[in-house]
């Protein structure tokens, strides 16, 4: 039962709601629309400044039937640290804005008319939560952009029975024919069966049982046909899961899969054993009317749309843990995708960051490990203290223990701890200067490294994660217009240099990947490709031509 909608809505200044017994409250003082952040325009509320807490306020009614099984109450994310209360009773507790979480409200619940409040409070300034890209001060200003708080993603009630599945784990093994999955339970499912059945279009491709114990099972699916998921070409098979108690199907789950592998190798990253040069661009998540969220689900699509349109393959997910519908669309359109956490804003430099920062990247791991478009983790974005090697080396072990699929890079940009692969930022704009950067490398000489005196080349395959950024729109009278380095005088000016930049790096056979910044504006900051209302700034089949010339590394 969808939630979204519209909320009873009261912001808190004073952190003083709990002493007013908000939570008890008949009655909030103002209207919001879910799942919008007050801040943006379709709440309703468009309120800017800072709000150290704000309530959430809905009566709902569940069917008749629901009360006889469990009741979950599901949040996609909540900015920052939530509390939930059904009937005036507290049912749980959440810290982290960008993971998903949900809460067992079956004994909260009474026939007829129920009522859900909601508490996030939020403090950006504090150095004590990731905030990405919101500013932390009161305007929005060079490449920090409008605040999220409370509610941004869809609010659900899910109907379960009493022992049911409440997670799956796809890793694909293509090389073996075969799916292994790892399912855990909640509720009794000892001795129960969990039942997995695939297909591919309209034939059936594979079936497997397995017997539960330990609250848990890890099976493995073998394929009597082979589809693999690909770069453009997102072959993904239907997956269908049962939890089997005696003869009774009591919970069922309608999924997909994608086989694909990934892996380094020569200096490269491949998929199903084929390098394939990254040609990536730094998509930040932003919406002119929702910030954080999309309006729609077709403007999740039509971003991925626009990048490959541009002749991009996949995107740094940059400073936002993206909404799981996003990730979908990756993998239904055969667009990869590299996780981030919105890093900026924690101090990692002492151990109170990284209580505040695993509990919420793990969960978004285990959210999102089974998407075939992911194929790397990259926790933070350009460290800067010279404090945080332990903690940047702990948050990479615990990454490669939870998922030994996918690459890591601990810190994107500078500065390297402990990596799979050695990535910089580099935003120079002169074609030449920065060419004469990489150009020892195409024959085996000195690798170019920022920061040499902080971190050090050892041999991994090489990534460009930032660079081009340039500043363009000549409709942007804004005196706060932001971008890298000097504006090109004309539209061909830019595409001159665009093509310089990115040929320089598509043209040395040392070189895996690159990330343009960056698909679209975001508010003051001009180096889209599109404008922020997603209107092209040049014809996108220039764009898509530059793109798409053949890679050293691709033979």
């Not at 007050?38 to 009614?61: C, H, I, N, Q």
């Not at 507790?93 to 409070?121: M, P, Q």
């Not at 085996?444 to 902080?454: A, D, I, L, M, N």
């Not at 599109?530 to 898509?544: A, C, D, L, S, V």
Request: one cysteine or more; a negative charge.
């Amino acid at each position: 039962m969808n939630l979204n909608g519209e909320w009873e809505f009261e912001v808190d200044h004073g952190k003083s709601g709990r002493a007013k017994r908000l939570y008890k409250s008949e009655k909030l003082e103002s209207r919001i629309i879910v799942p919008f952040c007050p801040e943006s325009r379709l709440s309703g509320v468009e309120y800017k400044d800072f709000m150290a807490a704000v309530w959430y306020r809905r009566r709902f009614t569940v069917p008749g039937p629901w009360l006889s099984k469990h009741v979950l109450l599901h949040f996609g994310a909540v900015d920052y640290d939530t509390e939930v209360w059904i009937n005036g009773i507290s049912a749980g507790k959440h810290r982290g804005g960008y993971s998903s979480f949900c809460f067992d409200i079956t004994g909260l619940l009474k026939s007829g008319g129920n009522t859900v409040i909601v508490c996030a409070e939020d403090d950006v300034r504090s150095g004590l939560q990731p905030g990405g890209k919101q500013s932390r001060e009161y305007y929005s200003h060079a490449c920090d952009y409008t605040r999220t708080t409370g509610i941004w993603q869809t609010v659900w009630l899910e109907c379960v029975p009493e022992s049911y599945i409440s997670s799956l784990r796809y890793s694909p093994d293509p090389e073996n024919r075969c799916l292994h999955i790892e399912g855990k339970f909640n509720g009794s499912a000892d001795g129960c069966v969990l039942k997995a059945t695939s297909r591919f279009g309209s034939k059936d491709t594979g079936g497997e049982e397995a017997v539960i114990n330990g609250g848990r099972v890890n099976m493995t699916l073998r394929l009597s046909e082979i589809h693999l998921w690909d770069v453009g070409r997102p072959d993904l098979y239907d997956l269908e899961i049962s939890l089997i108690k005696g003869a009774a199907c009591i919970d069922k789950v309608s999924s997909y899969f994608g086989l694909r592998s990934v892996s380094l190798s020569d200096n490269v990253l491949c998929i199903n054993g084929k390098p394939v040069f990254q040609r990536l661009v730094l998509d930040q998540g932003f919406y002119p009317d929702g910030i954080y969220t999309a309006p729609s689900d077709e403007d999740l699509r039509n971003d991925i749309e626009i990048a490959m349109g541009l002749g991009f393959n996949g995107a740094r997910m940059h400073q936002k843990m993206f909404e799981p519908r996003y990730i979908y669309w990756a993998d239904k359109l055969g667009y990869l995708l590299w996780g981030e956490h919105a890093s900026w804003g924690l101090d990692i430099t002492n151990p109170a960051g990284l209580e505040r920062f695993l509990p919420e990247w793990t969960e978004t791991l285990e959210r999102d490990f089974s998407s075939p478009a992911i194929v790397g983790w990259c926790p933070f974005n350009e460290t800067w203290d010279t404090q945080d090697d332990d903690i940047l080396r702990i948050v990479y072990r615990v990454t490669k223990l939870l998922d030994r699929t996918r690459p890591v890079i601990d810190t994107s940009g500078y500065y390297h701890v402990a990596t799979d692969i050695f990535d910089i930022h580099d935003y120079e704009q002169d074609v030449e200067k920065f060419s004469a950067k990489f150009e020892p490398m195409k024959n085996g000489g000195e690798v170019y490294v920022t920061y040499p005196q902080r971190q050090k080349y050892e041999g991994q395959p090489y990534f460009v994660s930032e660079y081009g950024g340039i500043w363009w729109n000549p409709e942007q009278k804004d005196e706060k217009a932001w971008g890298y380095g000097e504006r090109p005088a004309t539209g061909e000016e830019f595409i001159k240099r665009y093509e310089g930049l990115t040929r320089a790096l598509l043209d040395n056979p040392k070189i895996c990947a690159f990330c343009y910044t960056q698909l679209y504006d975001v508010e003051q900051e001009v180096n889209g490709l599109y404008t922020y209302g997603r209107k092209p700034k040049f014809n996108p089949e220039i764009i898509r031509r530059i793109n798409t010339v053949k890679a050293a590394i691709e033979k």
